[in-house]
T-cell receptor, first 112, second 115 residues
Framework: GEDVEQSLFLSVREGDSSVINCTYT??????LYWYKQEPGAGLQLLTY?????DMKQDQRLTVLLNKKDKHLSLRIADTQTGDSAIYFC????????????FGSGTQLTVLP | SAVISQKPSRDICQRGTSLTIQCQVD?????MFWYRQQPGQSLTLIAT?????????ESGFVIDKFPISRPNLTFSTLTVSNLSPEDSSIYLC????????????FGPGTRLTVT
C-alpha cells in the first residue's frame, strides 16, 4: 500500500529558510499536498502540486517534486514565528480512490 | 477555496453514549470525507460520504460504529457510537469541490474526549 514518510522535527532561526522533506512510495500518485496544522486547529491547505509538475512557487512557499526519487519538499523562505506548526505531506493515488495518504507530520519550530 | 464549518468544535462525552458531528460547506461539493486524527498522530480516512447512498468505509471502520449521512451536496454528519476512551480524537470533515480537481480542504475539526 501507499506510504508517506517525513522527519518528525525541524528547528530553524527566524529569517532563515526552512526545508521540509517527504518521501512517498506510490508511483501512481496524481497530486501531492502540503497542509499546515497549528495547535488546536484543523488542517490548512498550503499548496498542492500535480504529479506532472516539478516545481510550484507561491509567495514564500516553493514546492519541489522529484518524481523519479518520489521525493517532495516544501521550502519556506524568510521563516517567521507564525510559521511554527506541524506540516503534513499527503499524496492522492490515481484511479477511483479519493483518499489522501498522510505522512506523520513535521513539527517546525522557529527560534527567535 | 471552500469554507467548511463543523459542530460541535469540541465535546466531552461519557463512555457508552454517542456523538453526532455536523459538517456544513458553503457551496456544493462532489466529494465529502471523514477523517480521524488520534492524539499526536496523523490523519486516517474513516469513510467517504456519498450523497443519496451508503457511505464507503475504509478497512477497520464499520457503519454500526460510525454511521454517516449525506442528505445533500453541502452537508454531512458523522456519528461516533457507543463511545469508549479509545474514540478520543479529532474528527475532521474534508471536501473536494470537484472530483479530480485536486483541491481538498479540511474543516476545523471536532475534538472529542471520552471519559
Amino acid at each position: 500500500g501507499e506510504d508517506v514518510e517525513q522527519s518528525l522535527f525541524l528547528s530553524v532561526r527566524e529569517g532563515d529558510s526552512s526545508v521540509i522533506n517527504c518521501t512517498y512510495t506510490d508511483s501512481s500518485s496524481t497530486y501531492l499536498y502540503w497542509y499546515k496544522q497549528e495547535p488546536g486547529a484543523g488542517l490548512q491547505l498550503l499548496t498542492y502540486i500535480f504529479s506532472n509538475m516539478d516545481m510550484k512557487q507561491d509567495q514564500r512557499l516553493t514546492v519541489l517534486l522529484n518524481k523519479k526519487d518520489k521525493h517532495l519538499s516544501l521550502r519556506i523562505a524568510d521563516t517567521q514565528t507564525g510559521d511554527s506548526a506541524i506540516y503534513f505531506c499527503a499524496e492522492k493515488a490515481s484511479g477511483s480512490a479519493r483518499q489522501l495518504t498522510f505522512g506523520s507530520g513535521t513539527q517546525l519550530t522557529v527560534l527567535p | 477555496s471552500a469554507v467548511i464549518s463543523q459542530k460541535p468544535s469540541r465535546d466531552i462525552c461519557q463512555r457508552g453514549t454517542s456523538l453526532t458531528i455536523q459538517c456544513q460547506v458553503d457551496s456544493q461539493v462532489t466529494m465529502m470525507f471523514w477523517y480521524r486524527q488520534q492524539p499526536g498522530q496523523s490523519l486516517t480516512l474513516i469513510a467517504t460520504a456519498n450523497q443519496g447512498s451508503e457511505a464507503t468505509y475504509e478497512s477497520g471502520f464499520v457503519i454500526d460504529k460510525f454511521p454517516i449521512s449525506r442528505p445533500n451536496l453541502t452537508f454531512s454528519t458523522l456519528t461516533v457510537s457507543n463511545l469508549s476512551p479509545e474514540d478520543s480524537s479529532i474528527y475532521l470533515c474534508s471536501v473536494e469541490r470537484l472530483a479530480g480537481s485536486g483541491e481538498q480542504y479540511f474543516g476545523p475539526g471536532t475534538r472529542l474526549t471520552v471519559t
